[in-house]
């Protein structure tokens, strides 16, 4: 692998003013703003397997410049990089393509502040949480276009591309509501799709145990100022246990059109899912099924003036068929759960610069919408299901207005930025919700800057909280939504080999919102906890191997994060809030072989809060602890100009654990495959 490469993807703070090419700023698309403190930018691998006649160190133009001088985004206007008061971490493209993983779900848990819990393999289904919160507590945006599902956070990472197809992904870690509205309780994260440049054609396939076959397809049109990126995605395993089979398959198409005067981004999308789900929502019924469809699509404008106006307007639609008995089933059992969700939205936002600092206005609306035969109040008229033997019954809707405002002023040293969320959302109260928050940096050295964020943010129950009925399930339509008040700070270093930084934070958060249940209860059902208290310590250090060429090392990631909960006291066992990371650790390490050959390897290492009701000889029996565990996962890779081949492996140890309550996960999987990249 090119050393210049593996300088550049894990380089510190490194971004570009209009983020024009490359779509780098995690709500660009929607000219929302986020802190970057250490950003790793690379050239995409491809770099290396293209047909192009000579690479350009890109890099190297960009690390001559004043970083001081280089625009990140921290709030909802672009700031420098000595004005930022928030993290982000950011995985590039040619750090996904050495990571022995080939899903963005098990991409994400080689970060120390993102808690995975997987249901199945290869990201079948997997519940994503940040500092300790839970999976419905996180916005999930593609190309800055929110796709959070309101059904449930289950189905917030069914998105219509693959792994191959992603060129970053940025995660915000801690609560933005003041930033993106409500549902961005413990962070956001971002997903960027490949933008070439250039005409290009692509393919990749891969093949494993367990029955695993994986093939992607991909081309890029260049006619200038436009710009199209069609791909598909088809994989598919026999499963490592019983009923843990899965297929899936995806098209995407995006256009960027880039004009003097304005820009356009357009983006459509579809995948289609279905999988055995053994023991996923509860172990009494290992036989589980469920199948799942998602159309997509979005526009943005941006104006390229001196008055900066950007506005997009989305649309999302999601089907789910879930199926608690795949095969026979007992008289009781009337019919499967169907399920259709829309996401539609439209947003109008601009910033302007003054002798006053940078001001920044806009409005949002969001529209969430549910039919089903079991979430949501009755229906005067049964709708039939396309397609199937049934009818929805139940249906729900809510209106979501947003409006915001936020001023930032900068001086040589200090930045300060504050600014305020109002909201409002039909069926929960006639109340405006207002989100303020500030956002303050110090950076009395150019290697050493001091950050701190004080937010408060709100999440709405999904329909699943407020509706679902099932024989060991119970929503409750009377929940409230949850809040919470936040603070963070820290600490950023960045040299020439070794960069990295330091986070403290505290949320104080009421009305929580968990599935929970009595020992002497059967069934578990949706409450809001009263209070709880999270608290933790984080830190993130990364060695490059800047030019070294003797040194075999490329790079070292070394990252911890420790979380704490503080709930009132309660008799309630739970499903979900209190069984968050306590001790997670992580590190990755690179380096060379022989020649083109080259390899990565990571140690994954938590230590879990809660526990969870074992399910023995069709019964529940006693609360087990989560047991600690670490897993190593492992990639080898050979770089020629035209193609890659590479072998990988996860859970080398063949260790096993449970993520989530009684649901197993699979031993040690072995991978190869073959890319061919032309253009």
């Known amino acids: 692998m ?26 660009t698309t929607l000219n929302k703003v986020v802190a970057i403190a250490f950003l790793a930018i690379s050239y995409h691998v491809s770099a290396e397997t293209l047909v192009s006649p000579v690479p350009v160190d890109t890099t190297q133009v960009v690390f001559e410049l004043d970083l001081d001088e280089i625009e990140v985004n921290a709030q909802r206007v672009p700031v420098t990089y000595s004005q930022v008061a928030r993290i982000v971490s950011v995985i590039e493209r040619a750090e996904i393509e050495k990571a022995p993983v080939e899903s963005i779900q098990e991409l994400l848990e080689f970060l120390p502040g993102v808690d995975v819990r997987k249901r199945g393999g290869e990201g079948v289904q997997a519940d994503i949480g940040i500092r300790g919160g839970s999976f419905d507590q996180l916005l999930i945006l593609l190309n800055g276009i929110n796709i959070t599902d309101p059904q449930t956070g289950h189905h917030n990472l069914n998105l219509p591309v693959s792994l191959q197809q992603i060129q970053r992904i940025e995660v915000l870690q801690g609560s933005a509501s003041r930033v993106f509205g409500a549902n961005a309780f413990s962070g956001a994260i971002n997903i960027i799709t490949h933008q070439p440049d250039g005409n290009e054609a692509s393919i990749s396939a891969s093949a494993g145990n367990f029955g695993y076959r994986n093939l992607d397809v991909s081309g890029a049109l260049d006619k200038g100022a436009v710009k199209h990126y069609l791909a598909a995605n088809a994989k ?25 005067k304005h820009k356009l981004a357009f983006q459509a ?86 002798v006053f600092g940078k001001s920044a206005f806009g409005v949002e609306y969001r529209l969430e919408h549910i039919k089903s035969n079991v979430l949501g109040e009755p229906l005067d008229k049964p709708i039939d299901v396309n397609g199937a033997d049934a009818q929805y019954l139940f249906s729900d809707s809510r209106n979501i207005y947003s409006a915001y405002f936020e001023q930032s002023y900068h001086s040589s040293n200090w930045s300060i930025a504050a600014g305020i969320m109002a909201n409002k959302i039909s069926g929960s109260n006639e109340e405006i919700n207002f989100f303020p928050g500030m956002d303050i940096s110090f950076s009395p050295l150019k290697q050493i ?19 679902y009925s099932g024989p060991t399930n119970m929503g409750n339509p009377n929940l409230e939504p949850e809040t919470t008040s936040s603070i963070e700070g820290g600490l950023k270093l960045k040299g020439k080999d070794i960069f990295g930084n330091i986070t ?59 979380n704490t909960l503080d709930v009132n006291e309660n008799n309630y066992i739970s499903n979900y809030t209190l069984d968050n990371l306590k001790h997670k650790f992580t590190a990755t390490l690179a380096h060379k072989i022989i020649g083109k050959l080259s390899a990565s390897w990571t ?13 023995l000889d069709d019964s529940y029996g006693s609360e087990k602890e989560y047991k600690p565990f670490a897993l190593l996962n492992g990639k080898i890779v050979y770089q020629h100009p035209f193609f890659n081949v590479f072998v990988s492996a996860s859970n080398l140890l063949d260790k096993k654990y449970f993520d989530i309550g009684n649901v197993r996960q699979p031993g040690i999987w072995i991978k190869t495959g073959l890319g061919i990249t032309i253009k």
Do not use: C
Request: proline share 3%; hydrophobic share 30%; aromatic share 20%.
């Open 504 to 562: 403290v934070y505290h949320s104080s958060a009421k009305n929580v919102i968990d599935w929970v249940r009595l020992v002497s209860e059967d069934k578990w059902h949706t409450e809001n906890l009263t209070k709880l208290k999270r608290a933790g310590i984080g830190f993130n250090f990364h060695y490059i191997n800047n030019g070294y060429s003797g040194n075999p090392i490329e790079r070292i990631v070394i990252g911890y994060q420790y």
């Open 449 to 467: 800057g001091l950050y701190a964020s004080i937010s408060k943010s709100l999440r709405m129950p999904t329909f699943t909280d407020l509706y």
């Open 236 to 260: 598919k395993s026999d499963g490592y246990i019983d009923n843990t089979d899965f297929e899936r398959s995806n098209l995407f198409y995006q256009l960027n059109a880039g004009f003097t």
């Open 2 to 27: 090119n050393k210049d490469y593996l300088n550049a993807f894990s380089k510190p703070i490194v971004t570009f003013r209009q983020w024009g090419r490359k779509g780098y700023s995690i709500f």
């Open 603 to 615: 140690l994954v290492f938590q230590d879990r809060n809660g526990a969870y009701t074992e399910y």
């Open 269 to 354: 999308g579809f995948t289609d899912k279905g999988f055995g789900a053994n023991s996923f929502y509860t172990p009494v019924y290992p036989k589980q099924y469920e199948e799942v469809k998602t159309y997509l699509t979005s526009l943005k404008w941006q104006s390229m003036s001196k008055f900066h106006v950007s506005s997009s307007v989305y649309w999302r639609r999601h089907y789910d068929r879930f199926e608690l008995f795949r095969n026979e089933a007992p008289s009781w059992y009337k019919s499967h759960n169907y399920h259709r969700t829309d996401a539609a939205g439209a947003n109008l936002n601009s910033w302007v610069e003054t």
